[in-house]
């Protein structure tokens, strides 16, 4: 018995800050910040928008493609870097927004941008355990909150989004295996300043050695899709899909070359709504399944790189 995934569902909110745009806010030029990252445009959640009530739209949505209604939901984890409060959890929010009273087990996974993989990896080992029949796994962030708007390497990259995705037991198909990791060593290349128990000297705000974040990011993800294939006795050539975490495009075409595949194979979204850290990957998956790229029975793997450093992968049959 494999988890499959039934349902996809994204959101991502109304206001759109351009390249051109952030070239009114900081010394930067739209064609620079495309050059570098790929990234046209990204959305920033409005004031009275919080992660939860960005999740609540990706996961109506997913449940809605699934068939499923709220009473039917037996597990909901929500990935987040961006709660909305330090407690109670995102996940126990949205679970009230949604109007899911079955008292299914509700929490958070924080794994910054592989925050995604780590709880589909873990609804993954619910369904298989038969703990769970039905789990709805989301990413969503309001990045913007945590963003120093005056930090010109820095406020290009990030957006704010959700995604999502109903899990359910399935004979035919499904996630094949997970993969994570952690390297704590390297938690002060990208990392928030502050937060609850320890005190920032200025505002709670992203941090990032971009240069060497990039290469780190790199050379990891190539070992991940290695180990990811290995373990599945697989080659390059069994992938049909790969949706990477949407950080920069220049990090995705080094994975697709490392997997020697065309970018035409590579569901690529950043470009319209920049780094959206744990709402990256079902953001992305949501638009290849609803535009009928990906196909029942093909392959699909997913990979992600973030803060902590974490990564992890998650190979499917579609
Ligand atoms: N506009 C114009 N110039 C900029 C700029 C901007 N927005 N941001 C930085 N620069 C300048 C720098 O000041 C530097 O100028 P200098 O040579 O005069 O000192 C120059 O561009 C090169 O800076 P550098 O930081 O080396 O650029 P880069 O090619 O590494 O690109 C990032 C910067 C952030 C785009 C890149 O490092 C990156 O994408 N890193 C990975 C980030 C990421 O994806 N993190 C999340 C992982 S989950």
């Given amino acids: 018995m494999r ?32 050059e570098r990252t790929g990234i046209r445009s990204r959305h920033l959640a409005a004031e009275d928008e919080a992660t939860s009530d960005l999740a609540a739209h990706a996961a109506r949505r997913a449940l809605e493609a699934a068939g499923k209604g709220a009473d039917a939901v037996d597990l909901v984890i929500c990935a987040t870097t961006t709660p909305d409060l330090v407690f109670p959890s995102t996940a126990c929010l949205l679970q009230a927004k949604l109007g899911i009273h079955t008292g299914a087990p509700a929490f958070d996974v924080q794994a910054v941008c592989s925050g995604f993989v780590y709880a589909l ?67 002060g290349l990208l990392r928030v300043s502050g937060g ?29 899709v290695d180990e990811t294939l290995a373990a599945n006795q697989m080659s390059k050539s069994d992938i049909d899909w790969l949706v990477p975490h949407q950080a920069n495009i220049r990090i995705i075409q080094a994975t697709a070359r490392k997997l020697g595949m065309g970018m035409e194979r590579v569901v690529v979204t950043v470009d319209r709504h920049g780094n959206t850290s744990a709402a990256s990957i079902p953001l992305a998956l949501d638009v290849a399944v609803r535009d009928g790229r990906v196909k029942r029975g093909e392959t699909v793997l997913m990979e992600a790189f973030g803060g902590g450093f974490t990564w992890g992968s998650a190979l499917l049959t579609w």
């Fill in 121 to 187: 990896s873990i609804a993954d080992n619910f369904i298989r355990s038969g703990q769970s029949r039905c789990a709805l796994v989301i990413g969503a962030e309001t990045l913007s909150r945590i963003t120093d708007w005056s930090d010109r390497s820095n406020c290009i990259l990030w957006g704010d989004g959700a995604g999502a995705v109903v899990l359910e037991p399935s004979d035919e198909g499904g996630i094949i295996s997970t993969h994570l990791h952690a390297d704590g060593r390297y938690a």
């Fill in 196 to 224: 609850v128990s320890r005190s920032s000297l200025g505002p709670n705000v992203m941090r990032m050695e971009g240069n060497a974040v990039f290469k780190v990011a790199v050379n990891t993800l190539d070992a991940i």
């Fill in 3 to 34: 988890a499959r995934v039934t349902g996809t569902g994204s959101y991502l909110p109304e206001r759109v800050l351009s390249n051109a745009d952030l070239e009114r806010m900081v010394e930067t030029t739209a064609q620079w910040i495309v």
